[in-house]
């Protein structure tokens, strides 16, 4: 109790020391206030639980809609930030700049590299460079394209499980359910070659502390905003004994479950790698390991590494919670976005399964090279990616002062246009990934229209023009720059594996209570008037005959 006691104490000044920072930190981000957008709703949180919280889809279509492409919010305590979607901005932010000015934000790191350890997440600048230059061959098409094998047999595995929850007739099922277990299935069998038996509804161990990780976080998500400086004033065995008897839930939750999660990934880690040490290239032929997983790949290109580019054990152990923790929930509810758009337009449902019906094997399976050129396919994952991105924004904060230049000039507060904007260090800017994904001006008045039929033939000259940052399709729903997502390839294979074997067995429409989507961390299915925190997509499912 003493140490608390202590602790607490310690507390007063470090407070009163944040309390100062927040506010110098208002009084620099003054220029900003230039930037018109919505009026404040609450001197503590600004416009933060419109933005995120409950009708935050709503709400950002809204000021979208008023504001344009660069929209001036209100953040912490009077602090102003930038939600933006100029092409030209986003250039400087995600490619230009990216380095040197705009990282992601120091609360987001430091919580990622106490919880998950120091991987992709946690990682910046020149460091994170090092880090993606061992880690982006892992992901190169001929490494994903080994695991389709294991995706496809994982989906038919989640066949036979629907198969017979329908016995011979139509039931509602909750989609949602059987596809996050079949996404934490597909990344940690081809993340670890390891599975948690997550198709069979195993909630133990690894599975349920993956689950339960984000809205654990979430519920510190003001509090994380303190960590980076916690952690610069105090050690880390203080912390470490604070965080395990704190009479706070959510703050033992998050180390019960980041301590779960790093004894697991250590374990199947150590194995492998003695493995590998003893046997070398020997041991890929057995052991009953699936050797094609990227933790494998990884292992190999590690050793094999000039000594300059390779990564510390706990660097590279760290990547396995990161690419489960990143790559689960996001492929989940986009497939569920999928179905639910083909539930509401049946029309493109059978039309996607007569495209499928010509080349489609054994339970629906499609050869590798068949499935990437399936045009109807293709456009209806397009178009569902990038009307409904699963992460709406992400957020970036100035290290330096910088002027941001814009491909439109908008009009400020007083009416006059402006070509560019001073943007001072400590500025927090989100990436309106939502915003360039559904911009009139690049994508033409039916933008905010869910047509795949656009992509079967030229798009307009508006989308090349705009110069779209983005690694997908000239969308953001991947990101762009050397932060963009490590995975999307996978999650675009893993898309296509699980939509062609399930459409060729089962037909999928809407259910009679009304199907919501709330913004969390991700943006997920609900049903509507439901009060429970956890996704749901109940669709009727029924046999193709
Ligand atoms: C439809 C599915 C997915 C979507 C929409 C998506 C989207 C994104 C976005 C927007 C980012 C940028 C986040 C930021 O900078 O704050 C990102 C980063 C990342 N994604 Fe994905 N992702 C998906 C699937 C996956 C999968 C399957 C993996 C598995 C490996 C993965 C691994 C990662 C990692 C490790 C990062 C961090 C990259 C870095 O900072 O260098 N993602 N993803």
Redesign the pocket.
Known sequence: MNVLSTFFKALVPFVVFVVYKLVQRAWRLHPLKRIPGPPSASFVTGNFSQWFGDGAIEFRKAMSERYGRVIGLNGLLGAKILAISDPLALQDILVKYHVDVFD?AKYFLEFNRVAIGP???ASSGQH?RKQ?KLLNPA?STANIRRLVPTLQSITVHLQEILRSELGNGAKELDMSEYLGRLALES?SQA?MGHSFRSLEGNDAGYGAALKSFVPAAARLHVWRLFLPYVTQTFPPTLLRFVAENVPWRAVRAVVEISDTMHVTTKEIWAQKKALYTRDGDKVMAGHGIDWKD?MSILIKANLEAPEADRLPDDELLA?MT??LL??TD??ST?LCRILHVLALHQDAQEKLREELATVAGEYGKVEHDTLRDLPYLEAVCRET?RLY???PL??RDAQEDHILPLAHAIADVDGELVTEIFVPRGATVLVN?EGVNRDPGIWGPDAMEWRPERWLSPLPNSVADARVPGIYANT????GG???????M??QL??KVVLSQLLSSFRFALPEREIIWRQGAIITPSVKGSDSNRPQLPLRVTLVK
């Open positions: 992601e991987g992709l997440l994170h993606r992901f990344i993340g990227i990547q990161t690419f990143a790559g996001t492929t986009a990616l991105p699963p992460a992400v957020q990934i953001l729903t991947f990101l050397t932060r963009a997502c490590i995975g999307y996978f999650a893993e898309m």
